[in-house]
């Protein structure tokens, strides 16, 4: 079991920035691929950025790649998000998932992924 908390949203203007981070629990963070997903009100969960379980490989959606940047500490048990040049299309609820993979990939589907967090409110105003 894996237990994600995240922190770091709150409202911020067009053009700046936040950093998410997401703290789990237990022993065996460095066994999961770690991936950001939001959901804007009425909107479906949709893909940000995942993470290799060593942070060697990373990927991302197109309408954040160059903005946002993904990165892991697994010493920590942290995974962070760090967000710039905002937009209000970017106002959503962000979450934080763990995918407990065997293996060094990236995973972008919902349902690759086993356990996740409650969410931080990230609101963008123009």
């Known amino acids: 079991q894996v237990q994600l908390v995240e922190s770091g949203g709150g409202l911020v203007q067009a053009g700046g920035s936040l950093r998410l981070s997401c703290a789990a629990s237990g022993r065996t963070f460095n066994s999961h691929a770690m991936g950001w997903f939001r959901q804007a009100p009425g909107k479906e969960r949709e893909f940000v950025a995942t993470i290799s379980r060593s942070g060697g490989s990373t990927d991302y959606a197109d309408s954040v790649k160059g903005r946002f940047t993904i990165s892991r500490e697994n010493a920590k048990n942290r995974v962070y998000l760090q967000m710039n040049s905002l937009k209000p299309e970017d106002t959503a609820v962000y979450y934080c998932?763990?995918?407990?993979?065997?293996?060094?990939?990236?995973?972008?589907?919902?349902?690759?992924?086993?356990?996740w967090g409650q969410g931080t409110q990230v609101t963008v105003s123009s």
């Open positions: 998932a763990a995918n407990p993979t065997p293996y060094a990939s990236t995973y972008r589907l919902r349902n690759e992924y086993d356990y």
